[in-house]
């Protein structure tokens, strides 16, 4: 047995190879022993044994094993070099194709090795993260990273390309690589405690992984196959993961819960029940007490309808909002505000019209200490709809204005669109000549002056459409 | 209202962009920084973090802002939704691209948008992002742009120009499907959008084959989206519209989106468990379709038009044509072996480097790692050839359970249906 001391290199092996092979050294007769970095004679890269006389020309190897052998160096297991001697050895004595035999046990524990090794260099340029930091009157991007596999020198390369106008470090317990913006050098492993601990952006970085993650589809085993946990720690954002996790169902719930086919329990939900043959007065009391669906127990009150009756003309809204729902009467709040400027605009006195909406209940939802308003669901609407054609049979219009989509569906079914339908006379179940209109808080919320002021002047021009109807309609 | 500051943007414009599955980084050109600005791109994607929904974070994606004038009932950000508002400035995203790809965080930025105004206003916006970054921050990271079928071919054209890839996302596989949830939008119009930037892909590869420094024209060519379980659409549908895609458009992906329930969702779409488990089963039948030499019509059948779930689509094509059955891996063509279950192309590869020179054994499938209990029943080596008995006994083990993930058990059919 021959032990072989080399530095433990690509460079150093294939110097100690090629001598190996050159005196016909077999592989069960080799103890490949590393020199450590401790021992002085060698450097990083250093390399001081001599090669002069050592022919090696008479074998040839392929080129993709190389490839291969330079990857394997990388792999931390002692036993790579011993099995590359093999390969080395076996190439040159009468196996050239030994390399295709994938099942071979060699060839095979090589190239486990270097996928090993590649999955590495690949997460490192992953899973690296810079934090910012002021270096000598600079910025200087530092970096934490515990590679598996000796692959610093090997990736340090890709950093400076992709960051080359950036000063970096990139600090691991083996080596660390470093970019000063002209010159990339390597420097020995340093503890965990050199690198810096936080930076401002890692907030924001947070705020965007948790927000990108669906909780509806939770798959912790695709995540954790392809970031294996033994990373998160040098990862900022995995703190968070399990908050998301813990979180999840009832984000998922809640989701649920928030959109209109919510999951309910079936006796909470029935139709309003309007006292038969009540007069309007009658009515609204009986109004005041409806439980017909679960909407009561977080408002204020019930907004009931408001004016003139028989009237031509009814204006019909979505639901009350926070102002109307403290105040019991339907648009007195910002919405209610443009509706009546609109309705100056286009001749119309508010007391001409009766103005009632589909839904009689405020639905909200707690954000911050504000009630913010949520669209109501067809089971709301269909819950209240009883006291709406209660309304409608004392009421008679001749012409109902729709605002919105919630009133637009009331009157026309799903298929409505606003944005398409409106500015349109149609018959419907409410009356014989429905026109579908913007919301007056559609404009509120419109994203931009021009959108806004486009969509007032068709709202007014909608109204003035519904005043001519009316007249029009008043000798038939 | 008070303003939201940016985390708050982030929060909300990310949120927004989930539903987005693409996330891809790869196949572009070669590039980095060494002749000045940042970032770099080798051909090969990186995933810089993964989510605990499985999905890689290559990307910066979010929308520039979630106001939109379309009312698509699958979409959260449709104008008659209830979510929170927010807009990001373009400079913004610049800001917040550049900050996270010093960091390593990303491979870089996928941009889409609400239409707010118009088409076109909007498709301005979302490429002075592509712009500012490309050219007064010498960005070379990639770049992923959601186009808009109506923007004009000259918004389209600058698109095509800072982008590595450009989008749209036809949605929904019929045109049925898309009057029904979108009705503004128009598969007629996406396909004609479609076609002009294919035109262009192409014109842009020929200049840049005569000369290296023609500009690229989104280099890592154009992808869509399908969203399924949101239309009893078929995945005979899905997979006819992909492959037709793949095929007239030289698409170079398309993803499927199980349909998930979405905060606010619109009272005319099903509340049921995303389908994992059928996305999963189209993305395999994609493969088939891209890499395997399958053809649609092989997949499905018309008595059966979606994938089985309890199997996966090769397995259920070797299933229906046990006359191919057992296929010697020491004989057999390539187009056979990859039809075998169990045999990816990568195994199916060595398998025909190794043969030249030994016959294989069953200890050298172990060694291949190929699933043996899914693929022992089709295949015959030197020392195994499956007996019909074993072959049946095996493929009874071969059945998981059938229910997929159960999110939502407990709401009955009757919520679906929307009856009281």
Not at chain 1, 82 to 108: F, I
Not at chain 1, 343 to 363: C, D, S
Not at chain 2, 276 to 288: K, T
Request: hydrophobic share 40%.
């Amino acid at each position: 047995m021959e032990q072989i001391t080399f530095a433990p290199t690509f460079a150093g092996w294939q110097r100690a190879a090629r001598r190996a092979l050159a005196r016909g050294i077999a592989p069960e007769a080799v103890a490949w022993e590393e020199l450590g970095d401790d021992q002085p004679s060698l450097g990083i890269f250093g390399e001081e044994a001599d090669d002069s006389g050592v022919d090696v020309s008479a074998f040839r190897v392929p080129r993709s094993f190389v490839a291969l052998a330079e990857s394997v160096a990388c792999h931390r297991d002692p036993r790579r070099w011993g099995l590359l001697y093999r390969a080395l050895w076996r190439l040159t004595h009468g196996e050239p194709r030994l390399l295709d035999l994938a099942v071979d046990p060699d060839v095979h524990a090589l190239e486990a090795m270097e996928k090993a090794v590649r999955r590495e260099v690949h997460k490192m340029r992953a899973f690296v993260r810079f934090r910012a930091v002021a270096h000598e009157g600079a910025e200087w991007h530092v970096a934490w990273f515990e590679p598996e596999h000796h692959i610093v020198e090997r990736n340090a390369p890709f950093f400076r390309d992709r960051f080359a106008g950036m000063r970096w470090s990139i600090l691991t317990p083996d080596r660390c690589a470093h970019w000063d913006g002209e010159h990339l050098s390597i420097t020995a492993g340093v503890p965990r405690s050199e690198a810096p601990s936080a930076d401002a952006v890692e907030g924001l970085w947070r705020t965007y992984y948790g927000n990108i993650f669906n909780p509806a589809r939770v798959k912790t085993r695709a995540m954790r196959k392809e970031m294996p946990k033994r990373y998160w720690k040098n990862l900022p954002e995995t703190a968070i993961i399990p908050a998301l996790l813990a979180r999840a169902p009832v984000r998922v719930e809640r989701m649920i819960a928030a959109s209109d086919a919510q999951v309910v329990r079936p006796e909470e939900w029935e139709l309003a029940r309007p006292p038969a043959g009540a007069d309007w007065d009658a009515l609204r009391d009986a109004a005041h007490s409806c439980r017909a669906c679960p909407l009561w127990h977080d408002a204020t009150q019930t907004v009931f309808g408001e004016g003139p009756r028989p009237a031509g003309l009814m204006l019909l809204g979505e639901q009350p909002g926070d102002q109307e729902d403290r105040a019991g009467h339907a648009f007195v709040g910002p919405a209610g505000k443009l509706l009546d400027a609109a309705l100056a605009e286009a001749g119309i006195e508010r007391g001409g019209a009766y103005l009632t909406n589909v839904v009689k209940h405020f639905k909200w939802e707690p954000r911050g200490k504000r009630r913010m308003h949520r669209t109501p669901g067809e089971r709301e609407a269909r819950a209240c709809r009883p006291w709406l054609e209660a309304e409608l049979r004392i009421v008679q219009p001749r012409v109902v204005v729709c605002l919105g989509a919630t009133a637009a569906t009331a009157a026309f079914g799903p298929g409505v669109r606003v944005a398409r339908d409106r500015g349109e006379f149609r018959p419907s179940p409410l009356a014989p000549h429905t026109l579908v209109t913007w919301h007056p808080s559609a404009l509120l919320r419109a994203p931009d002056p021009d959108t806004q002021a486009r969509q007032r002047a068709e709202f007014v021009a909608d109204l003035r459409a519904a005043l001519r109807r009316r007249e029009e309609t008043r000798a038939a | 209202m008070s303003k939201p500051d940016l985390a708050a943007k982030l929060e909300i414009l990310a949120d927004a962009a989930k539903y987005d599955a693409s996330c891809a980084s790869s196949g572009t050109t070669k590039r980095d920084a060494r002749s000045g600005g940042i970032g770099s791109t080798t051909g090969a994607g990186i995933c810089h973090s993964y989510t605990p929904d499985g999905r890689c974070v290559s990307l910066l994606k979010v929308l520039l802002t979630n106001y939109c004038v379309y009312d698509c009932l699958y979409c959260i950000n449709r104008a008659s939704s209830g979510v929170r508002r927010a807009r990001f400035t373009p400079e913004e995203v610049v800001q917040l691209t550049l900050d996270f790809y010093r960091r390593n965080y990303i491979e870089g930025l996928f941009l889409s948008s609400g239409i707010i105004r118009s088409p076109d206003y909007t498709m301005e916006q979302v490429v002075r992002v592509a712009r500012t970054l490309r050219v007064e921050h010498q960005f070379r990271g990639y770049i992923h742009l959601k186009t808009i079928p109506e923007a004009s071919p000259e918004l389209i054209e600058q698109a095509g120009r800072w982008a590595d890839r450009i989008s749209i996302n036809v949605e929904l596989p019929t045109p049925a499907d898309l009057a029904q949830l979108a009705p503004e939008k128009n598969l007629a119009r996406i396909d004609q959008s479609m076609q002009v930037i294919q035109a262009r892909i192409a014109q842009g590869k020929a200049e840049r084959a005569e000369s290296p420094r023609a500009p690229a024209f989104a280099p890592a060519g154009q992808s869509t989206q399908m969203i399924v379980g949101a239309t009893p659409s078929p995945d005979a549908d899905v997979l006819a519209r992909a492959d037709q895609l793949y095929r007239q458009r030289k698409l170079k992906r398309v993803y499927y989106s199980a349909f998930s329930p979405i905060p606010d969702a619109s009272r005319h779409l099903p509340l049921l468990a995303p389908p994992l488990v059928r996305e999963h089963r189209l993305y395999q039948a994609d493969w088939l379709l891209r890499f395997y030499g399958f053809s649609v019509g092989e997949l499905t059948t018309p008595a059966a038009p979606d994938l089985r779930l309890d199997v996966d689509p090769k397995m259920a094509w070797a299933l229906r044509h046990r006359e191919h059955f057992p296929v010697d891996l020491n004989l057999a063509p390539r187009e056979l072996l990859l039809r075998v279950p169990g045999l990816g192309v990568r195994n199916v590869d060595r398998i025909l480097r190794v043969r030249r020179w030994h016959r294989l054994r069953l200890d050298d499938l172990l060694r291949l790692r190929v699933p043996m209990k899914k693929a022992l029943p089709f295949v015959a080596v030197a020392d195994h050839t499956p007996h019909r008995l074993e072959a049946a006994g095996a493929l009874r083990l071969l059945a998981p359970p059938a229910d997929q993930l159960d999110l939502f058990a407990p709401a009955p059919a009757s919520v679906r249906s929307g009856e009281l």
